[in-house]
């Protein structure tokens, strides 16, 4: 696997279903944010230019599209990758799919701003930040 991409892995539960007895749209969300949790634990260099929580990476737009049900006791992984950096923002894909048979069962993409907390202000991605993110950038082309 190339090492700009991450991977977590999770089984569904129970307590991951709805009424419908499939995951609810919500819980989507939740595993996501697991995989963006996991990317940066596997960078920890990277992580550490926002352990003070300022500046904070903070979401401003996420694109969501679910293609297939999961359900109680599907093992799924989610893939998360840095896919674009521009001057005052980035995106992240995400894909979740069931192992078993590798289909994706949702995908997404995330819009992040770096916010200077203290000024409630976005900060242009430069410097340091900017060092440490770029070559972690895995662009369209090529992915599976």
């Known amino acids: ?61 996420l694109n969501i599209n679910y293609r297939l049900a999961a359900v109680a006791g599907d093992d799924l992984e989610v893939l998360t990758r840095l896919a674009e950096l521009g001057g005052r923002s980035a995106r992240m894909h995400q894909e979740i799919r069931r192992i078993r048979d590798g289909k994706v069962v949702a995908d997404a993409n995330l819009t992040f701003v770096l916010l200077d907390v203290k000024a409630n202000q976005s900060l242009a991605i430069e410097g340091e930040y900017r060092e440490a993110l770029a070559p972690l950038v895995m662009g369209d082309e090529g992915v599976a």
């Open 1 to 61: 696997m190339d090492s700009r991409l991450s991977r977590v892995t999770l089984r569904i539960r129970g307590y991951h279903l709805d009424g419908y007895g499939h995951v609810n749209n919500a819980r989507y969300l939740e595993f996501m944010e697991e995989g963006r949790w996991g990317y940066f634990d596997d960078r920890p260099d990277v992580a550490r230019l926002f352990a003070s929580g300022n500046p904070a990476l903070v979401a401003v737009n």
